[in-house]
């Protein structure tokens, strides 16, 4: 079976301040990882997947198979990436398997 | 392009009653999935459809059921219903690459 553990439901961190969301996965096969967000009053959108290996909104994950991680970084964090953070996991032909999620908060 | 659409976006039902949930997905896409997101419980899985089909269902009980019409559209339809399902039903559609578009989802309240 596969399973998505984020490890913390609540982070908080000052503007400029690096940022880490933790996404552990379970899964035999290979996976594919995704990083979902919803921002307040926003539906749920696709941030990043580990394929694309893009950096959006500054937000960059690294899939570490060894360490079956899919860790969300940031250097700088900005007030607006205050969100919900989803992490999510696809195995071929299966539906998504979300993670509890992060609520990151950026104070100013 | 228009976006993945629910209705209603809200419903109160009392409990024993019957909610009816529905989405339209974005065109061209068959896949069709249901979530469920209750306060502090994350996104839980509810069911997916694919080419009107059930290919893969949650860890749910059985009053919980839906349909995908021939245009694609789906219904989420809960039975029985129990204070516990009170929460925001979610419907994404995916394309061929497996990224899934959400709607702003349906609130149900159960009283």
């Known amino acids: 079976a596969q399973r998505v553990t984020q490890p913390e439901k609540l982070l908080s961190v000052f503007k400029g301040a690096p940022v880490e969301l933790k996404c552990n996965y379970s899964y035999s096969g290979s996976p594919e990882l995704f990083w979902y967000v919803q921002y307040s009053r926003q539906r749920l959108q696709l941030l990043l997947r580990h394929i694309s290996r893009e950096s959006i909104k500054g937000f960059t994950a690294d899939l570490n198979k060894g360490e079956t991680s899919f860790h969300l970084k940031k250097p700088f964090a900005q007030e607006e990436d205050s969100a919900m953070y989803y992490c999510?996991?696809?195995?071929?032909?299966?539906?998504?398997?979300f993670g509890e999620g992060t609520q990151l908060t950026v104070n100013p | 392009e228009a976006g993945v659409t629910q209705s209603p976006t809200h419903l109160i039902k009392t409990r024993g009653q019957q909610a009816t949930l529905r989405c339209s997905p974005i065109s061209g896409h068959t896949s069709v999935y249901w979530y469920q997101q209750a306060l502090g419980l994350g996104l839980q899985f509810l069911l997916w459809y694919d080419e009107g089909e059930e290919r893969n269902r949650g860890n749910f009980p059985p009053r919980f059921s839906g349909r995908q019409f021939p245009n694609y559209s789906s219904e989420l339809n809960v039975n029985a219903l129990e204070l516990e399902d009170s929460a925001l039903y979610l419907c994404?559609?995916?394309?061929?690459?497996?990224?899934?578009?959400f709607g702003e989802g349906s609130r149900l309240t159960v009283l």
């Open positions: 994404a559609s995916s394309r061929w690459d497996g990224e899934l578009f």
């Open positions: 999510a996991l696809s195995a071929w032909g299966s539906r998504l398997t």
